[in-house]
């Protein structure tokens, strides 16, 4: 039989929304409920006739609320195959009623985390009875309905369900739990054992939004968010305008809001980010400035591009970015002459965030490949301690670009290289299989910047050099001094870092080790 009417109804929830309205629509449709503690009294507070629990089993709530359904007489009627002999005759026997439908949703686990609530709090709010049913009522989902979200009440009011929304509304419970289990094994690995990488990982994600596809056509692709508190990622930002994000909008921009995070506290800054590699990034004293110096880095790349900014935009800003093809700006907020600006780009998508996400926070970050998954801790190493290896060393302004360089770099696929000057980039050399062409496409990337903007000299003339890791030979060094560098900040750790620090020496640079890494794959 697919069509259940439902007889007798168990409602006990923690989240109240709408159970009153659900309980109403039950009792007209002739369904016996059945209550406990404060679901009971809110029924009953309605008008409604409610059966305590400790009636149906006989036993009193027990134990602050702990033990109360935890009794044969509720599984039993939620597990018993109503077509089966055996099971019949043993629910006569011990005169288990059956049970038709469950409402469940459980302890707010992590909202009591979330609040920063004490160990024991958080202890009591690890809800026993109701995963207990959830599990019973969905594993015998041929005769059972069970109800985990309040979405959902619609498919029961009516006192009878179908087999398929009996097994849809099974499935998500097990969802529910599992993503319950999750939370509470993930309290306990990382924030009550302090493990860095417990023996079993457990993820529970919430569907965000389905995509058109994913980095091509032929291939699918959906939006997953993390539960529990995170930060004002793009996934959490509102989105004022613009067409549904794609696949590639949310990694891109992602990156744009990565690497403007490092300069929250800084200056006005602006990142221009495409294929997930920045191709401009500039501060300066208003954010139109640092937009146009940004922007002057890479015109080229800069079109169909992801720009990220760190203070809210302004209409000024708004009317420069709308002078090309753009696909999605992020910021923390936007005036409402720069939303009026962008309202008349229909396709272009404004995401604002509210704040910008820490760049020295913590949490893992995973990727999968064959047969598993490969995690690891964020790269959030602070400031470096800089030590001076040659005899020259930098000055206060060499210094300055050397660390907004070190930082781009950070967020540049490996190899990585980047020229900067004067708070803007000159050139960035991304994701090549050795450290020189990285820093030959950089210089060319930044003499052909200056030839478009009629600039007497590339601004890699004077500039500081960024590697993110160590130059294995001389010749990576010595392109950067071709295109003009003065500066140079690396790693160290080469076996040949002294061949390389007396090229340094022979150039007349200055250079910095910082005996940090910073690869991105």
């Known amino acids: 039989m697919t069509q259940i009417p439902i007889r007798r109804a168990l409602l006990s929830v923690s989240d109240k929304t709408g159970i009153v309205d659900l309980g109403k629509a039950l009792a007209k449709a002739g369904v016996e409920l059945v209550s406990t503690g404060g679901t009971a009294k809110a029924l009953r507070d309605a008008g409604l006739d409610v059966r305590d629990i400790s009636d149906l089993t006989g036993f009193p709530e027990m134990m602050d609320g702990r033990v109360k359904t935890l009794h044969p007489k509720v599984h039993g009627g939620l597990l018993a ?108 690995a990382f924030a009550d054992q302090r493990e860095a990488f417990p023996q079993i990982l457990p993820v529970a994600l919430t569907l965000g939004d389905t995509l058109r596809y994913g980095e091509n056509p032929h291939q699918s692709a959906a939006f997953y968010a993390t539960r529990g508190p995170v930060a004002n990622g793009v996934g959490q930002a509102r989105q004022v305008q613009g067409k549904a994000l794609s696949y590639n909008n ?18 006005p800054s602006v990142v221009i980010v495409k294929h997930a590699n920045p191709c401009g990034v500039a501060t300066a004293a208003t ?26 935009l302004d209409a000024a800003t708004a009317r420069a970015i709308t002078g090309i093809f753009t696909e999605v700006v992020i910021a923390p907020d936007a005036d409402e002459e720069a939303i009026a600006l962008f309202a008349a780009k229909k396709n272009l998508r404004l995401l604002l965030t509210g704040a910008l996400p820490d760049p ?41 670009d050397c660390r907004f360089a070190w930082t781009v770099a950070k967020h540049v696929k490996s190899n990585a290289i980047v020229y900067a000057k004067d708070g803007s980039t000159a050139g960035i050399g ?3 299989m050795n450290r020189l062409e990285s820093a030959r496409i950089a210089a060319w990337k930044a003499k052909d910047a200056a030839e478009k903007a009629g600039w007497a000299q590339p601004r ?7 590697s993110d890791a160590f130059f294995p ?8 001094v071709e295109a003009g560098a003065t500066a140079v900040i690396q790693p160290g750790g080469s076996i040949r870092d002294d061949e390389v620090i007396a090229a340094a020496d022979a150039a007349g640079l200055a250079m910095v080790f910082t005996g940090v890494r910073h690869f991105r794959h």
């Open 473 to 480: 030979f001389a010749d990576g060094l010595l392109a950067a």
């Open 430 to 432: 991304a994701g090549q």
């Open 360 to 400: 020295a926070r913590g949490g893992l970050m995973a990727k999968s490949i064959t047969g598993g998954w490969l995690v690891q801790g964020r790269d959030n190493a602070s400031a470096p301690e800089m030590k001076v290896v040659t005899k020259r060393a930098p000055t206060a302004a060499e210094l300055a």
């Open 81 to 188: 195959v109503r077509d089966d002999a055996a099971h019949v005759a043993s629910m006569k026997e011990h005169d288990i009623g059956a049970i038709d439908l469950v409402v469940v949703n459980l302890y707010p686990f992590e909202a009591t985390v979330a609040k920063g609530a004490e160990r024991d709090e958080v202890i009591e709010n690890i809800d026993i009875g109701g995963p207990s049913m959830v599990r019973s009522a969905a594993k015998n989902h041929a005769f059972v309905a069970i109800v985990t979200d309040p979405a959902d009440y619609a498919l029961v009011a009516g006192g009878s369900t179908t087999l398929e929304d009996r097994k849809r509304l099974a499935a998500k419970a097990y969802a529910a739990t599992a993503a319950y289990d999750s939370a509470i094994a993930q309290w306990f």
């Open 250 to 267: 949310y990694n891109d921009a992602d990156a744009a809001l990565e690497l403007v995070s490092e300069f929250r506290d800084a200056d």
């Open 460 to 466: 890699t003339i004077g500039s500081a050099v960024a």
């Open 287 to 312: 954010i139109e400035q640092a937009y146009a110096a940004a922007f002057a880095c890479d015109t080229v790349s800069a079109f169909g591009g992801i720009i990220a900014l760190n203070r809210p």
